[in-house]
């Protein structure tokens, strides 16, 4: 099958699928992004961005994809005096890692192996020691499907009056993100994850000390340039004005769902593809207990690789899944359920795992895959 | 009126107006941002940048607007050990000033007041003292009206050795930017100027010099990475992906022209506008011979301000045209003429403007501001 992206199933770990009316809204011709308008649209953003952090607070938008606000956070909020821990265990803590050394030179990493949780004595052992400024860690791990449970370590790191920065690109609208309940200071959102918007734009929240901790860090990132011109619902530099009109257009959608509403579908959608997996005979790729509700990572069963099963999901059927970084490249595939998702998403990815495992022999029991999704359904 | 997008003559000094190809081209659906399709894209951006910029060489495209672009380029390309010259007269080379200060401790700034010609004896005497390992400079100040004039100071920059780094978001596909006969070693481009492609992506140009002397800059705006991921056709973070798509049509639709005529109807455009302004009895903000042909600089007549002039225009005509910006607020306006503005844009605006001074009785003579248009039509 050619690839035609308007009829494909489309389930990668982010970018996720658009809802028409976001498109459409890309489609206005140009503002002045210094006009009345214009400021209208960043105010009910603004208005808007509470619905998505599940959370008031100081919260910015950022003409950049995840990994900007990532940069923002870190270059304006890692101390330059005290330790920062690093919490890493996939490829984005890694990611996490690289940039928090740039700004410096007093990092400690605590890892786990990509996949395994986070150990959290040896966190809470770290901060014993004293003089740890700030903790980073990634929520959700997309990479390996794994999300990190911070209840473990929010109380040790809110005791130690360390600042709390969460990478929360595809946790935030995908999962529960406590910001409140567990302190975090600083979380950054991606457009293009559990909110289903366009790629191109990160939001960060920040709490009330972390927006009076900043110091300057990069400088179109420079977040304390943008707080001060969103006062006047304005950006510091010229934004990515119809990624701006889609983020509207995405929260509002959030907003009508409700984000309760969101959190309970990805989940649903989660516990069925993990039903639907344990049925086809597959195993998850990170411990049960830990698999992430924005993204289902399978390991590839023995003698079928990327070239047997996702190539031909895509080939064949116009569905779109997501293979492994890295090392996992060829060893696991990511099915993504998050953002606007659905259950026909669902039925249409696992009938055409059931029939390619059904012709490579490899089926335990035909329609047991489906059923199982069906009976999770509300 | 009530302000309607649709139907709005939208000149102000960009972004400019999009074409409606260019505003359909990100209204399709979600893509894999590491998929066969979108790889594609990006290697037909590829194909196509040296139509933009009107040059081979590196070239890169930075999911972030054009301060992103002018951030890459100064962290990664101005000397730490060697001194850096700035060359100042408006609000971008103000701007300059600041991100170059932040990645270096050896700053010589050249200024001029806003809207008069750089002083190139200045230029060249700095040169002469030694040691500057780089030259910034604004080719086109949209803020004033200006463009500067390299050909005065790239014989001198080439000569001592020091990188050429070249400000040309508003400039490229504006105005002639001789990137090879002038030696210059970056240029910027913003996509939402000559291009006319929506704000949020800036273009990056690059001698094979400046590609061997890149240093770690910014995380985000890393352009070694970035380079190395275009190599292929991939982006080191998650692209802003229906900005890409924008761009790729309207480098498409900047071939179908030819990057000659654009240059020849805005140069055409910009006659015209100088010419109406001289029949209205107005008089231009910078001096003449430096006018920019992107963008005319008007001085407010006295006792007719934003208030009396700018509003009017938007509220009575639907004309969008730009005030001063500093302590040029309420002082100039600014007419916008790049991108794929054309002569139906100028006559509606001077007609507009020949309506509002006549009934303020300070018309010098009705018609004669459309008859200069009309004059200089192709």
Not at 134 to 139: D, F, L, N, T
Not at 228 to 240: G, I, M, Q, Y
Not at 297 to 308: F, K, S, V
Request: charged letters at 20%; a neutral charge; aromatic letters at 6%.
């Amino acid at each position: 099958m050619t690839f035609d992206p308007e009829t494909t199933t489309f389930l990668i770990a982010g970018p996720v699928r658009i809802h028409p009316r976001v498109l459409r809204a890309m489609s206005m011709p140009s503002l002045n992004h210094r006009g009345d308008y214009f400021h209208g649209v960043v105010g009910e953003i603004r208005e808007l961005l509470p619905v998505l952090f599940g959370a008031k607070g100081r919260q910015l938008i950022l003409s950049g994809s995840g990994t900007s606000g990532l940069e923002a956070v870190y270059s304006s909020l890692v101390p330059k005096d005290r330790r920062t821990l690093v919490l890493s265990n996939g490829n984005f803590g890694e990611r996490t890692d690289l940039i928090v050394r740039r700004y410096s030179s007093s990092v400690t990493t605590i890892s786990a192996p990509w996949g395994q949780p986070l150990p959290a004595e040896q966190v809470h052992a770290e901060l014993a020691k004293g003089d740890v400024g700030a903790v980073c860690v990634v929520h959700n791990e997309t990479s390996v499907g794994l999300a990190n449970d911070l209840t473990a370590i929010a109380p040790a790191v809110r005791g130690s009056g360390a600042l709390f920065l969460v990478d929360g690109i595809s946790a935030v609208a995908g999962i529960p993100v406590e910001i409140e309940k567990w302190g975090i200071d600083a979380v950054v959102a991606g457009s293009q994850k559990g909110l289903a918007a366009p790629a191109g734009l990160a939001l960060v929240h920040l709490s009330e000390r972390a927006a009076a901790a900043l110091h300057p860090g990069t400088f179109y990132l420079d977040l304390a340039a943008h707080l001060k011109s969103l006062e006047k619902n304005d950006t510091p530099w010229t934004p990515a004005v119809p990624l701006f009109l889609a983020l509207r257009e995405a929260l509002l959608l959030l907003k009508e769902e409700g984000l309760a509403t969101r959190l309970e579908r990805t989940h649903r959608l989660a516990e069925a593809s993990r039903a639907a997996v344990d049925a086809l005979g597959l195993s998850l790729f990170p411990e049960r207990r830990h698999a992430s509700d924005t993204v289902t990572a399978i390991r590839n069963p023995e003698g079928l690789g990327d070239a047997e099963l996702r190539k031909v999901l895509e080939r064949q059927y116009n569905i779109l899944v997501q293979g492994g970084q890295g090392a996992l490249t060829g060893k696991i595939f990511r099915i993504g359920h998050m953002g606007i998702a659905d259950w026909p998403d669902l039925l249409v990815t696992f009938a055409a795992l059931e029939r390619i495992l059904g012709k490579a022999g490899r089926l335990p029991a035909p329609g047991r895959a489906l059923a199982a999704i069906v009976e999770r359904m509300p």
